[in-house]
């Protein structure tokens, strides 16, 4: 049987029957990925803009109904851009700066997050997940209008794999019945509690919480508040031992209280008793209504390997984070991210198959950064001892009234993409004086160009970034192209950026736009060795 | 990085045992646990020094780990 496991906020691609079901013989396809939430029609999109056939299988037809996440960060911004999403998604969310925490009855501190100016996207959005991936999907339609070879089949659920050498076989069931398919590559993009894990017998690690919150989005009719994320410690008007509040589109504010690890969920998700505490909060005579509601409790955990020979993970399927931090969705996006050009070239024949044993390295390590800033949000959120919560609350004393203590209350802290320091793709950092946010290794920042941002500049493929610096305009080593972008340091972010106390400066930058190689002048066997090094040739 | 102090480095030792002893007086043990949660937050944030701070939390916790 073939029953929804939740309803649609989004009806995007409703089921079709395709000709592989009634081809005589098992079609393969280049590449199949499980799962059509965020993650998985991401790596459609990164692979169909590259002209690589993708199939995406999933059990809905469309898009659920409930934000989960809702704050995408800057990188998250940056990669869509790249996709030629990320517009709607900026012009749709909403922006923030200021903050405001709360200790029991009174506001302790307030905080502007003051972005880094000389960057296209804003440090942070929030956006209903549902648009976020509806965006995405528009975008992959437009793609398909020219050309890029996207089949999305809804209602395809996964319900065997059978993983080969060099293919997979998958057993999908529809509303018409059972079909088969195969894949020489599958992406498991699948979710947290990932269908295609369970059915490979594969581990999943880490450590629960106790500890659930309740959310609520609600719409605002007669009370305004304004675009800023509050947080209470330890609320005086008792509706949760801590609560934030968070403005959405669409006049939507989230509300999260945490609520304990005994609960009684069903009653606890009864609209009167989801009322009370709102309205502890919000004081009687708001009104408002519910959009969503749902109670979480997390995990932190993550696969020992992300690459099962032929089957790839990527996304909450590979790793888990509690939500504090916005790690989930936005740790997602820079899987796609690394792995969708690592695929590309080994599909290509271009690069072997290590290529795609780097994902694993990179992300992996991504993974652990995040488990560990997201494990210490929680920590502090949720104090697991006496001790603990004694020192959770002193911090909060003291930041009432002097500044140090301000910069350990940890309330979440801002998504930020990993450095790949000391892994196995990274070339040469030979740039004498280079500025350290930009060493090899790094997620490129953006900077203000001639014409717009260096960001839109980059990406697709290789890229030699010169900075008052020669180099030849095309190259091609082995198949792998590499084009030049030519600039010159006169404006300041990028000097500060790129050069630092470097006259010139020539970057090898990969297609997810971090930072392969650096040195101060062009040497094209040095660039051979980088390239070779970076699609893991050497 | 500089190294854990550990030789004699109060000027009044004597003073300032008094007046720590003295800024607990009348407080519930809770309210002593809270006051040194707080002192040694100020504490840290003035010493800085991560390394110094580590080896601090280790001496406190296994004093017998270094024997000068
Ligand atoms: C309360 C909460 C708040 C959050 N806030 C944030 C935030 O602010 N920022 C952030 O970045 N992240 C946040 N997250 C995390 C974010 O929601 C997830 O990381 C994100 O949804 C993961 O996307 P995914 O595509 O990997 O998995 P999912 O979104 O779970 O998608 C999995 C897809 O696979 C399909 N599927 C499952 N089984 C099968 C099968 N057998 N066959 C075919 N298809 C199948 C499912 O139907 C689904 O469409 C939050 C999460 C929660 C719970």
């Given at each position: 049987?073939?029953?929804?496991?939740?309803?649609?906020?989004?009806?995007?691609?409703?089921?079709?029957?395709?000709?592989?079901?009634?081809?005589?013989?098992?079609?393969?396809?280049?590449?199949?990925?499980?799962?059509?939430?965020?993650?998985?029609?991401?790596?459609?999109?990164?692979?169909?803009?590259?002209?690589?056939?993708?199939?995406?299988?999933?059990?809905?037809?469309?898009?659920?109904?409930?934000?989960?996440?809702?704050?995408?960060?800057?990188?998250?911004?940056?990669?869509?851009?790249?996709?030629?999403?990320?517009?709607?998604?900026?012009?749709?969310?909403?922006?923030?700066?200021?903050?405001?925490?709360?200790?029991?009855?009174?506001?302790?501190?307030?905080?502007?997050?003051?972005?880094?100016?000389?960057?296209?996207?804003?440090?942070?959005?929030?956006?209903?997940?549902?648009?976020?991936?509806?965006?995405?999907?528009?975008?992959?339609?437009?793609?398909?209008?020219?050309?890029?070879?996207?089949?999305?089949?809804?209602?395809?659920?996964?319900?065997?794999?059978?993983?080969?050498?060099?293919?997979?076989?998958?057993?999908?069931?529809?509303?018409?019945?059972?079909?088969?398919?195969?894949?020489?590559?599958?992406?498991?993009?699948?979710?947290?509690?990932?269908?295609?894990?369970?059915?490979?017998?594969?581990?999943?690690?880490?450590?629960?919480?106790?500890?659930?919150?309740?959310?609520?989005?609600?719409?605002?009719?007669?009370?305004?508040?304004p675009t800023e994320r509050w947080f209470w410690f330890e609320p005086y008007f008792k509706a949760g031992a801590s609560t934030l509040l968070h403005k959405q589109p669409d006049d939507v504010w989230r509300v999260d209280f945490q609520i304990g690890w005994d609960v009684d969920r069903k009653e606890e998700l009864k609209e009167e008793n989801i009322r009370k505490r709102l309205d502890a909060l919000l004081g009687n005579d708001a009104e408002y209504e519910m959009v969503w509601s749902s109670i979480y409790t997390f995990q932190c955990r993550r696969m020992k390997e992300f690459r099962h020979g032929r089957v790839i993970f990527a996304g909450d399927a590979a790793h888990q984070v509690s939500p504090f931090g916005a790690r989930g969705a936005n740790s997602g996006m820079q899987d796609v991210d690394n792995l969708g050009w690592k695929l590309g070239l080994?599909?290509?024949?271009?690069?072997?198959?290590?290529?795609?044993?780097?994902?694993?390295?990179?992300?992996?390590?991504?993974?652990?950064?995040?488990?560990?800033?997201?494990?210490?949000?929680?920590?502090?959120?949720?104090?697991?001892?006496?001790?603990?919560?004694?020192?959770?609350?002193?911090?909060?004393?003291?930041?009432?009234?002097?500044?140090?203590?301000?910069?350990?209350?940890?309330?979440?802290?801002?998504?930020?993409?990993?450095?790949?320091?000391?892994?196995?793709?990274?070339?040469?950092?030979?740039?004498?004086?280079?500025?350290?946010?930009?060493?090899?290794?790094?997620?490129?920042?953006?900077?203000?160009?001639?014409?717009?941002?260096?960001?839109?500049?980059?990406?697709?493929?290789?890229?030699?970034?010169?900075?008052?610096?020669?180099?030849?305009?095309?190259?091609?080593?082995?198949?792998?192209?590499?084009?030049?972008?030519?600039?010159?340091?006169?404006?300041?972010?990028?000097?500060?950026?790129?050069?630092?106390?470097?006259?010139?400066?020539?970057?090898?930058?990969?297609?997810?736009?971090?930072?392969?190689?650096?040195?101060?002048?062009?040497?094209?066997?040095?660039?051979?060795?980088?390239?070779?090094?970076?699609?893991?040739?050497? | 990085?500089?190294?854990?102090?550990?030789?004699?480095?109060?000027?009044?030792?004597?003073?300032?045992?008094?007046?720590?002893?003295?800024?607990?007086?009348?407080?519930?043990?809770?309210?002593?646990?809270?006051?040194?949660?707080?002192?040694?937050?100020?504490?840290?944030?003035?010493?800085?020094?991560?390394?110094?701070?580590?080896?601090?939390?280790?001496?406190?916790?296994?004093?017998?780990?270094?024997?000068?």
């Amino acid at each position: 049987m073939l029953q929804d496991r939740y309803s649609l906020a989004f009806k995007l691609y409703p089921y079709a029957r395709r000709a592989d079901q009634d081809a005589t013989e098992v079609v393969r396809h280049p590449v199949v990925v499980i799962g059509g939430g965020p993650i998985g029609l991401a790596t459609a999109l990164d692979l169909g803009r590259q002209g690589k056939p993708v199939v995406v299988l999933d059990d809905h037809e469309g898009v659920g109904q409930g934000s989960r996440a809702i704050c995408f960060a800057k990188r998250t911004l940056e990669i869509a851009q790249r996709y030629g999403c990320g517009q709607p998604m900026v012009d749709k969310g909403v922006v923030w700066n200021l903050g405001k925490v709360f200790f029991d009855d009174r506001k302790i501190y307030d905080f502007n997050l003051l972005p880094e100016d000389g960057h296209r996207n804003p440090a942070f959005i929030n956006l209903q997940q549902p648009y976020f991936e509806k965006f995405i999907h528009d975008q992959i339609v437009a793609e398909v209008a020219q050309g890029a070879p996207i089949d999305i089949r809804g209602k395809n659920r996964v319900e065997a794999i059978t993983s080969q050498d060099d293919h997979v076989v998958l057993d999908i069931l529809t509303p018409e019945g059972p079909y088969q398919i195969e894949a020489d590559w599958v992406v498991a993009c699948d979710g947290a509690s990932s269908p295609t894990r369970a059915m490979l017998g594969l581990d999943f690690e880490g450590r629960v919480f106790e500890d659930s919150f309740l959310i609520a989005d609600i719409k605002m009719k007669n009370n305004e508040f304004p675009t800023e994320r509050w947080f209470w410690f330890e609320p005086y008007f008792k509706a949760g031992a801590s609560t934030l509040l968070h403005k959405q589109p669409d006049d939507v504010w989230r509300v999260d209280f945490q609520i304990g690890w005994d609960v009684d969920r069903k009653e606890e998700l009864k609209e009167e008793n989801i009322r009370k505490r709102l309205d502890a909060l919000l004081g009687n005579d708001a009104e408002y209504e519910m959009v969503w509601s749902s109670i979480y409790t997390f995990q932190c955990r993550r696969m020992k390997e992300f690459r099962h020979g032929r089957v790839i993970f990527a996304g909450d399927a590979a790793h888990q984070v509690s939500p504090f931090g916005a790690r989930g969705a936005n740790s997602g996006m820079q899987d796609v991210d690394n792995l969708g050009w690592k695929l590309g070239l080994v599909l290509d024949g271009n690069a072997p198959e290590a290529l795609i044993d780097s994902y694993h390295e990179e992300r992996a390590f991504g993974a652990d950064e995040n488990i560990l800033n997201s494990t210490r949000s929680t920590d502090f959120i949720t104090p697991k001892s006496k001790t603990s919560h004694m020192f959770r609350n002193a911090v909060l004393e003291l930041a009432e009234h002097v500044e140090f203590p301000r910069s350990i209350v940890n309330s979440g802290r801002l998504s930020l993409p990993c450095t790949y320091d000391g892994l196995s793709l990274n070339g040469a950092d030979k740039l004498e004086g280079g500025p350290n946010r930009t060493r090899v290794g790094s997620p490129c920042p953006d900077a203000p160009v001639a014409d717009g941002f260096l960001l839109d500049k980059l990406g697709g493929g290789f890229t030699l970034l010169t900075i008052d610096a020669d180099a030849p305009n095309e190259l091609d080593v082995d198949g792998v192209a590499v084009s030049r972008l030519a600039l010159n340091g006169t404006d300041k972010h990028l000097a500060e950026r790129y050069l630092g106390a470097a006259k010139s400066a020539v970057y090898l930058i990969r297609p997810d736009q971090h930072v392969a190689a650096r040195w101060s002048t062009y040497d094209q066997t040095a660039l051979e060795a980088a390239l070779k090094t970076a699609c893991a040739k050497g | 990085m500089s190294d854990l102090n550990l030789k004699p480095n109060l000027a009044a030792p004597d003073a300032f045992y008094e007046e720590l002893i003295a800024t607990h007086e009348g407080l519930q043990d809770d309210e002593s646990a809270a006051l040194n949660a707080r002192l040694i937050l100020i504490l840290a944030n003035h010493i800085g020094d991560s390394d110094v701070l580590s080896a601090a939390m280790k001496l406190a916790k296994d004093p017998a780990s270094v024997s000068s």
